[in-house]
T-cell receptor
């Protein structure tokens, strides 16, 4: 069964901490994405990557960075966590066109910053 | 700003009825269209994709696309309580990331 695995289901961090959210996919997908989902705001794209060592900013990249050193792994980094980054974070992957199969999502990480 | 609009709902239908979910998008260059289902506390799950004008059927689900009107819909026949969820519409052009609507909450009562 193909899957996208996010390392933590729930995470509580303190303001100012550096936070790493890990995502691994076993489908050999080129594309990987990080979204955050908030009530009333829907899914918003933070960063995405079309290949190893490549990254593109999404709609809300401020306060975040990413790393993609290997094809299967895409990490989201909160450089200095703030309370307004409390959210559900969703990782997804897809084939190059983003078409035929759409995205496969991980189970999500609910991050609380206190 | 490329946008995908959905009525937030809730859309309430009785068990066995047809549920109709609608979505409009602003980017005329959009080429791929998807419907995702998201149960409370879970991640989105792809249920339908459609790429050309017309209807596409898969079991109880039918996706309808009208590019001229920039309109996508999802019909769920014989709705079941287990269909109660939030349904997300998503669109993109080739080579770009999906843009999601905020979702429509469907409630099916038994």
């Amino acid at each position: 069964d193909v899957k996208v695995t996010q390392s933590s289901r729930y995470l509580v961090k303190r303001t100012g901490e550096k936070v790493f959210l890990e995502c691994v996919q076993d489908m050999d997908h080129e594309n990987m994405f990080w979204y955050r989902q908030d009530p009333g705001l829907g899914l918003r794209l933070i960063y995405f990557s079309y290949d190893v060592k490549m990254k593109e900013k999404g709609d809300i990249p401020e306060g975040y960075s990413v790393s993609r050193e290997k094809k299967e792994r895409f990490s989201l980094i909160l450089e200095s966590a703030s309370t307004n980054q409390t959210s559900m974070y969703l990782c997804a992957s897809s084939l190059p066109t983003g078409g035929s199969g759409g995205y496969t999502f991980g189970s999500g990480t609910r991050l609380t910053v206190v | 700003q490329k946008e995908v609009e959905q009525n937030s709902g809730p859309l309430s239908v009785p068990e066995g009825a047809i549920a109709s979910l609608n979505c409009t998008y602003s980017d005329r260059g959009s080429q791929s269209f998807f419907w995702y289902r998201q149960y409370s506390g879970k991640s989105p799950e792809l249920i339908m994709s459609i790429y050309s004008n017309g209807d596409k059927e898969d079991g109880r689900f039918t996706a309808q696309l009208n590019k001229a009107s920039q309109y996508v819909s999802l019909l769920i026949r014989d709705s079941q309580p287990s269909d109660s969820a939030t349904y997300l519409c998503a669109v993109n052009q080739a080579g770009t990331a999906l843009i999601f609507g905020k979702g429509t909450t469907l409630s099916v009562s038994s």
